[in-house]
């Protein structure tokens, strides 16, 4: 188990509940099974017999729902007690994939539809829990985080409404811009990356992956994602390579200026695999451009890292570029909804993260500093160490 000499010195500041919003329940399954684990674990080191009431549980996980009536309004139902817990809140806001009836039409959930639960089973536990925490993986409206003309700023406002309902804590995974946080400021906010997930699912998937300098380079696909790919290459002691997007800001298309062209900065590829990281795959255009640009330029296989795979514009395109060589794997988390015909992929390998968030669970119920789950340091240095080996 992660951290269990920090958690044998601490105690939890209430029982853990788990409530999953419709959409999010089987991460939350997965997460609740390695709790439960963690804590069985945690409770037979337990030498002094005193074992705190609902510590160690069969199962965290609470019954709630959010009906419809025949309009599309809605209600939160909380069915059993959540007085003094500890309640962690899991929400996908992009499921899309689940539907709802509005006078007889069948209506797809929205991110707005899922965050507008999310308030609903706030207000149906406010009041008795002693503490509410939110586990967002994708943050809502993350990507309208700043103003740059007379615009709304939808992210900011989102976090300030779920403070100002009692809302603790605020846990997501690879923000779009964490700098958002600064609209609750006495508020928790904490971001964390799948650096470690990532590179794990790397060495176990491909035999034949070697990170060092003379076959590996990481590649940033734009400026927002420097930071990533920077932590990604010194920590691998590999070059980066970094695109950058020239846009056409006469005209704009589905709310943005379209990109004219990607321009690569960075030294030769030639020869070596590449590892493109990034936070998401929206539509995946942009992706897709960059990995075939790096094989023009006679790179070895193209490994694409991101932490969400939306793929809003279907997989088609994947499956084409994959077929002529330009793709050879592409690796997302299971932080969100994920098409069950991507799972089916040949080059689809998933980094699974529900170890990690049950024991940022842990750590956060026990009160203690979180840096010891963020930081994966000592874990990638050993893995690289194992990878040297084999």
């Known amino acids: 188990m992660p951290n269990i000499e920090l958690l044998e010195k601490s105690i939890p500041v209430a029982p853990i509940k788990i409530a999953a919003l419709a959409g999010c329940?089987?991460?939350?399954?997965?997460?609740?099974?390695?709790?439960?684990?963690?804590?069985?674990?945690?409770?037979?080191?337990?030498?002094?017999?005193?074992?705190?009431?609902?510590?160690?549980?069969?199962s965290f996980l609470i019954d709630c729902e959010c009906p419809r009536f025949g309009t599309g309004e809605g209600k939160g139902y909380i069915k059993e007690s959540v007085r003094g817990v500890d309640l962690y809140i899991m929400v996908d806001i992009t499921n899309f994939s689940l539907?709802?009836?509005?006078?007889?039409?069948?209506?797809?959930?929205?991110?707005?539809?899922?965050?507008?639960?999310?308030?609903?089973?706030?207000?149906?536990?406010?009041?008795?829990?002693?503490r509410i925490n939110v586990?967002?993986?994708?943050?809502?409206?993350?990507?309208?985080?700043?103003?740059?003309?007379?615009?709304?700023?939808?992210?900011?406002?989102?976090?300030?409404?779920?403070?100002?309902?009692?809302?603790?804590?605020?846990?997501?995974?690879?923000?779009?811009?964490?700098?958002?946080?600064n609209s609750i400021p006495l508020k928790g906010f904490d971001n964390f990356f799948p650096t470690y997930q990532f590179l794990k699912a790397l060495?176990?998937?491909?035999?034949?992956?070697?990170?060092?300098?003379?076959?590996?380079?990481?590649?940033?696909p734009d400026e927002g994602a420097m930071s990533r790919a920077v932590y990604f290459s010194s920590i691998l002691g590999v070059d980066m390579g970094m695109f950058y997007k020239r846009r056409d800001y006469s005209t704009i298309v589905n709310g943005k200026n379209p990109i004219v062209a990607h321009e690569f900065l960075g030294d030769?590829?030639?020869?070596?695999?590449?590892?493109?990281?990034?936070?998401?795959?929206?539509?995946?255009?942009?992706?897709?451009?960059?990995?075939?640009?790096?094989?023009?330029?006679?790179?070895?296989r193209v490994f694409v890292c991101t932490t969400y795979g939306l793929f809003t514009d279907g997989l088609e395109k994947f499956d084409e570029y994959y077929e002529k060589g330009y793709l050879y794997r592409v690796i997302t988390t299971n932080l969100n909804?994920?098409?069950?015909?991507?799972?089916?992929?040949?080059?689809?390998?998933?980094?699974?993260?529900?170890?990690?968030?049950?024991?940022?669970?842990?750590?956060i119920n026990h009160?203690?500093?979180?840096?010891?789950?963020?930081?994966?340091?000592?874990?990638?240095?050993?893995?690289?160490?194992?990878?040297?080996?084999?």
Do not use: W
């Open 25 to 58: 329940e089987d991460l939350a399954r997965e997460v609740d099974q390695k709790l439960v684990r963690f804590r069985k674990e945690l409770v037979e080191r337990n030498q002094s017999g005193i074992n705190p009431q609902g510590y160690s549980e069969d």
């Open 99 to 130: 539907t709802y009836t509005v006078c007889g039409h069948e209506n797809h959930m929205s991110p707005d539809n899922h965050f507008q639960d999310l308030k609903r089973i706030i207000a149906a536990a406010n009041g008795k829990a002693h």
């Open 135 to 181: 586990i967002m993986p994708f943050l809502y409206e993350g990507r309208q985080h700043r103003r740059t003309k007379r615009e709304s700023l939808d992210c900011a406002l989102a976090l300030k409404e779920l403070s100002d309902m009692g809302v603790s804590n605020i846990i997501t995974f690879d923000a779009h811009d964490p700098r958002v946080q």
């Open 203 to 220: 060495v176990k998937n491909v035999p034949d992956f070697k990170a060092d300098k003379e076959h590996l380079m990481v590649i940033s």
């Open 268 to 300: 030769s590829v030639d020869g070596k695999d590449v590892v493109i990281i990034d936070d998401m795959i929206s539509s995946g255009g942009s992706m897709l451009d960059v990995a075939k640009q790096l094989k023009e330029r006679n790179a070895g």
């Open 337 to 363: 909804y994920r098409d069950p015909e991507l799972l089916k992929r040949e080059y689809y390998i998933e980094a699974n993260m529900s170890k990690y968030l049950a024991s940022i669970i842990d750590i």
């Open 367 to 390: 009160d203690v500093s979180v840096e010891k789950v963020r930081s994966h340091n000592d874990k990638i240095i050993k893995l690289m160490e194992k990878m040297k080996k084999r």
